[in-house]
């Protein structure tokens, strides 16, 4: 197993040009069953897959990704969307998985149960209820203040929340990305597109936000450009 994953990893590289190759489409919705495995913060699932497969919505958004080459010679998308705005759905959900759960119904798991509805009662809605923005400057000076005699959270901000939902995301799109390349498919995540643009081409909320789009295919013999190129090692990893 530890053998196998050396391999994904390295054998995973963003791959600019595609074989006229047709990818089951199973394939890849089992792969984005992968993404939606991933760790993700609070358990909230701020995140929507949109796998788009049909050919007039591929030349859309590969124009809304500017034609460039991961994107023209596609044969399926996967968007990667966060949806910061769904907090309360998702922690309902948390919630009554939680009550409902049978094995916290006694015991020790009673008072597990109850650490976790509070959790999501109380917790949650401090970090993430907003009032136009003002509330993060609240929270923020709160932290600071309280920060000063405790350890404290301080990623309290409207854009720290969307940066704690863009990480969730972010971490879906690599289990997907791995989850393709275990089945041999090559794939390429994109920052470099029209946001707004594709946000109508797929009828999203204004709330949402596009975190990659991921070209996906089989990589034609010129697909990779070249070898894969990392600052040594020894300039990012720090033993204390
Ligand atoms: C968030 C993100 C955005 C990216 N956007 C693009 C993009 O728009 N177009 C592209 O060709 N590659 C894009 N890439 C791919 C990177 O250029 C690539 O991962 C990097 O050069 C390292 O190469 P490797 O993935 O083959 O290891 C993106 C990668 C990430 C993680």
Not at 188 to 206: N, Q, T
Request: net charge positive; hydrophobic share 35%; with cysteine.
């Amino acid at each position: 197993m530890k053998d196998e994953f050396d391999k994904i990893v390295r054998t995973r590289r963003s791959v600019r040009k595609y074989k006229k190759t047709d990818i089951p489409h199973d394939d890849v919705k089992n792969s984005i069953i992968h993404a939606s495995l991933a760790p993700n913060s609070s358990n909230l699932q701020l995140w929507e897959f949109y796998h788009v497969t049909s050919g007039n919505l591929m030349k859309k958004i590969s124009r809304a990704c500017f034609d460039q080459p991961a994107a023209r010679t596609a044969n399926q998308f996967v968007v990667i969307v966060t949806r910061k705005d769904l907090w309360k759905s998702r922690r309902k959900f948390n919630m009554n998985y939680i009550k409902n759960r049978p094995e916290t119904s006694s015991g020790k798991g009673l008072k597990k149960r109850s650490i976790a509805i509070k959790y999501y009662k109380y917790l949650i809605p401090t970090v993430y209820r907003e009032f136009f923005g003002l509330l993060g400057y609240f929270r923020y000076v709160n932290a600071l203040l309280i920060g000063l005699f405790r350890p404290i959270y301080r990623q309290v901000m409207n854009s720290d929340m969307r940066i704690v939902a863009h990480k969730s995301s972010a971490l879906a799109a690599q289990n997907f990305m791995l989850s393709m390349t275990s089945k041999g498919y090559d794939t390429c995540p994109m920052e470099g597109f029209d946001s707004l643009r594709v946000k109508k081409i797929l009828s999203l909320a204004s709330s949402s936000e596009i975190n990659m789009i991921i070209s996906c295919g089989v990589k034609d013999e010129q697909g990779v450009y070249g070898e894969q190129i990392r600052v040594p090692f020894d300039e990012v990893y720090f033993k204390k």
